[in-house]
């Protein structure tokens, strides 16, 4: 009986090994099929993933040359070696986080060779017994404070690299130094075979299709505001209209692409830390204020969490009768609406860094009347005779969508503050207006809050208001006085 | 005129630099009081970075001993300094960067040492006007090829730093051998002192003073989630009890610690990545289920975004007056605290990893309980004289907390497959019970959904129920029950 099933046993995977070796062919079609779509889909999801693998191709075959010429192999030796792991080490997708390596690189190794040469000096004079003592105390005394200092976040994020390449060169110089009599010709050719390298990269990453940090996050910013703007732009429609229809939904994007907003801290921090490394380039100077980006994300992530929140009651099962909804369809559809619309057209004046000509926002003053009406409509007498349970869902999506109103605003704010620092081009303001104000000895002021925002308030302070300017006015005070209402 | 303004601009030059070198020595001093106390900050924060430095310090000392004696010199040569530069490059803060690293410079070492040699003999026959062309393709071909994996999201976060090496191995490898004949040593030496570089920070991270990333993981999933337990069991009160206090809040550290786990994505699944590299350690098997920590930690942001739109009405210049406040207080602030003390005993259940005696978890049963009353609450008459606008901000808190349930609800489950997939010690459970149940041959079920959470059903199919079971029971339907309503 054992002996039988031990057979069987033998049997059974002798068979499973035969299925596997007969399906082992078409498994491995199946993976190489898989891995050629992905291939596809990573190089048309960003072509400059294609162009950089060629630029890396360009650079590391220039660089070789050192070895190939016998002119150039005679200056530099096996030294050259450096200047290929250096394009291998340093040369980045962008061009942030090129100059950020190749600067790190080669200031370390500047620094870090001078002082391995100094403490092989100062170990060589205490004779051939104290020498390798010394310098291994040196080695071992550089790397804990390098080491610890690496955890510094300030230092963690712009020049990690930097700190291991320092106790990579203050080792290999001191240490080198106990064997090898030309210690300054080592350092002279480690340092540069070592900037060859990084300026080569430096080089064909700027002027040959450039990939700018700084720009990927300008773009990034822009696209989660949109997607944020898109969700509020359907939400109306979708919880009033379609309520139930939960299948359609599944088609649609705009649901869901809030949901990258929500993680993209470490993305933007990287991103921004990468572009205070690059030179100015077309729309962006130098030093352009990449922290106001990381303002304006933060804000747009808060926004999107106020948005999860939402999401979760268009799925929900129970909704409140249609009677209920109809009563505040109208006001919650405009906030939401008016909210999303506003956020697309500060997606839009961040994309083109164009100013909109008007400032505030009308689409944020309609979101904000839309939310005094719906205070004025709950203080009505009108739900008397309504279930309060009924009430609740739309209450709190009522509730929550004046939330959202204030972190539109908020994003506003923050933009027009991105607009100030970085002078956007303004959108048809005539600019005689600011030259009349500035006339009026406001010009400190003027200069503290950006022009085109103090325009309409100067002007109501110098001259009697038209009547279009009156109601621009208005609607600025409303926007003081819904501030504190806005919160249901 | 002109002059005179000159000179007083020379001299306000001359007095303002006069200021600066007045001020540096004081600067400077405030510079160096502030370094040093962000050093012991960060030192006494985690006190594994200075042991870390220090052990980085003794593997490099320890490396550097190749250059210094003489019989361990003959053998490597200058290539000793490939195991110096392999210490500062793989030894990683935790164990499993530093495995990773180790493994991925290895073999991809080895990979492309084996290439490399490959290629330079096919390049070798084709003469010396042939060779460097078709080197110089060959490397540029598979840096091209190799750059371009890089982006595939799998490797990175796994492979990355291999391939890196892999191109750097394949050109050195390559390259040299145009002007080196013995490029078999070459590689031989390259990977041999890479081998006892990396074994040396493998052996000394694992077995001094370990930092274990699959541990740091583990804890930090039961931090965020001890952080959403305290915000949620302190939110009641505050809410209800001590409004318009804002100022006495500011010290609570448990309204703000949530904030963290918003963020956290990104080190979550770094942590994870990294874990995957460690071997079995202290409570942690190979292979521990790390992705269901990822799971739990989804979950946990999503309830962090909901408290963070509840943390909103905390700060919301506008309550709702008292009489309609203390209708619902009581309920609401159930179903917080009870939340919360679930939330804080899953992130206790997770941290000694010991399955909670009751399951599931009597807390999440209260909380549901509340939200079924708040329902009944809702549906009563005694609403109709409000004022509809004053109920709002409650009916939004109400709303938030009754979805907060299900999050903290989804947690558990996630707990309670973390704890199936790890089996965690169970507290006061008297497993005769599974016993009995499975000889009623239901194995394979309790084999499925873990046997403690069974175990009450199953007694109560094969057995006349008493009354402790019985109320048991009824609470799992009303589990059941609530699942659909509590979505108020």
């Known amino acids: 009986m054992e002996m039988g099933s031990a057979n069987n046993e033998k049997i059974s995977i002798f068979l499973r090994g035969w299925w596997f070796m007969k399906d082992l062919p078409k498994k491995i079609l199946a993976k190489v099929v898989e891995i050629a779509r992905q291939t596809k889909t990573i190089g048309q999801d960003d072509p400059r993933r294609v162009i950089h693998s060629l630029k890396v191709g360009l650079v590391l075959t220039l660089v070789s040359l050192f070895y190939y010429f016998q002119p150039l192999y005679k200056s530099f030796g096996v030294s050259a070696m450096w200047a290929v792991m250096t394009v291998v080490v340093v040369f980045e997708f962008s061009v942030g986080a090129t100059i950020g390596k190749g600067f790190n690189r080669g200031l370390a190794t500047l620094l870090a060779g001078v002082l391995g040469v100094g403490a092989h000096h100062l170990a060589s004079m205490t004779g051939k017994v104290g020498e390798p003592i010394l310098i291994g105390l040196f080695v071992f005394l550089q790397a804990v404070v390098s080491t610890f200092i690496r955890f510094f976040p300030k230092v963690k994020a712009r020049y990690d690299y930097g700190l291991m390449i320092f106790i990579l060169t203050f080792c290999l110089v001191s240490i080198s130094g106990f064997r090898t009599d030309d210690i300054l010709e080592l350092a002279q050719k480690r340092l540069s075979t070592i900037f060859i390298g990084a300026s080569t990269c430096v080089i064909v990453s700027i002027f040959v299709c450039p990939v700018w940090s700084g720009e990927d996050l300008h773009n990034l910013v822009a696209d989660h505001i949109e997607k944020l703007g898109n969700f509020l732009e359907g939400f109306g429609s979708e919880y009033f209209e379609e309520s139930g229809e939960a299948e359609k939904r599944d088609g649609k994007s705009f649901l869901v692409g809030y949901k990258s907003v929500l993680n993209s801290k470490n993305t933007e921090e990287n991103l921004a830390n990468l572009a205070r490394w690059e030179p100015g380039h077309g729309k962006f100077m130098y030093l352009h204020p990449w922290k106001q980006y990381l303002k304006i994300g933060t804000l747009a992530r808060q926004c999107a969490c106020r948005i999860e929140a939402l999401n979760s009651y268009l799925n929900s099962q129970i909704k409140a009768p249609d009677e209920v909804r109809q009563k505040v369809q109208e006001t919650c559809k405009t906030m939401s609406t008016e909210s999303g619309q506003a956020l697309k057209e500060l997606s839009l004046a961040i994309r083109t860094m164009t100013r909109a000509a008007d400032s505030p926002n009308t689409h944020i003053i309609n979101a904000k009347t839309a939310a005094r009406n719906l205070i004025s409509l709950l203080k009505s007498d009108s739900w008397a005779d309504i279930n309060l349970l009924l009430v609740v869902p739309v209450a709190a ?34 600019f005689s207006n600011c030259k009349m104000a500035s006339d009026e000895g406001k010009n400190k002021q003027l200069e503290m809050n950006g022009c085109p925002d103090q325009v309409i308030i100067s002007i109501n302070l110098t001259a009697p208001a038209t009547d279009h300017q009156e109601k621009q006015s208005q609607s600025q ?3 003081q006085d819904t501030r504190q209402n806005v919160k249901v």
Do not use: G, P, W
């Open 477 to 479: 005070e409303s926007v």
């Open 397 to 430: 999506v009522a509730s929550l969508l004046a939330d959202i109103v204030i972190c539109v605003e908020d994003i506003d704010e923050s933009v027009t503050e991105l607009a100030r620092l970085t002078k956007f081009k303004s959108q048809n303001l005539n």
